[in-house]
Nanobody, 126 residues
């Protein structure tokens, strides 16, 4: 049973930066495809970024491409989301998710991810 715990969400100003963390237990993240999703009020949860095995294999939503970076630290069994040039529309609860099958990449729909964290709130003020 893989458990994921996100942290790092807080109130930030537009144009600023924030780094989210997703620490795992019960599994080895380097063996999985990992992703970040976000859920803004009155919107459906949407894909943000994904990584499989290493930073050489990443994929981003158009809305965050060039601003967000997904990475991992295998020694800490942790995945990160570095967020820069933040915009008010980035305000959401951010979730990390694990695809333990990693059959295809990238996968941008929720149903392909079998483990989820509880989420961390990011609020960007203008």
């Amino acid at each position: 049973q893989v458990q994921l715990v996100e942290s790092g969400g807080r109130l930030a100003q537009a144009g600023g930066s924030l780094k989210l963390s997703c620490a795992a237990s019960g599994g080895t993240l380097r063996a999985y495809a990992m992703a970040w999703f976000r859920h803004a009020p009155e919107k459906e949860r949407e894909f943000v970024a994904a990584m499989r095995y290493s930073e050489r294999n990443t994929y981003y939503a158009d809305s965050v491409k060039g601003r967000f970076t997904i990475s991992r630290d295998n020694a800490k069994n942790t995945v990160y989301l570095q967020m820069s040039s933040l915009k008010p529309e980035d305000t959401a609860v951010y979730y990390c998710a694990a695809d333990t099958t990693s059959t295809f990449f990238p996968r941008i729909t929720e149903r392909h991810y079998d483990y989820w964290g509880q989420g961390t709130q990011v609020t960007v003020s203008s």
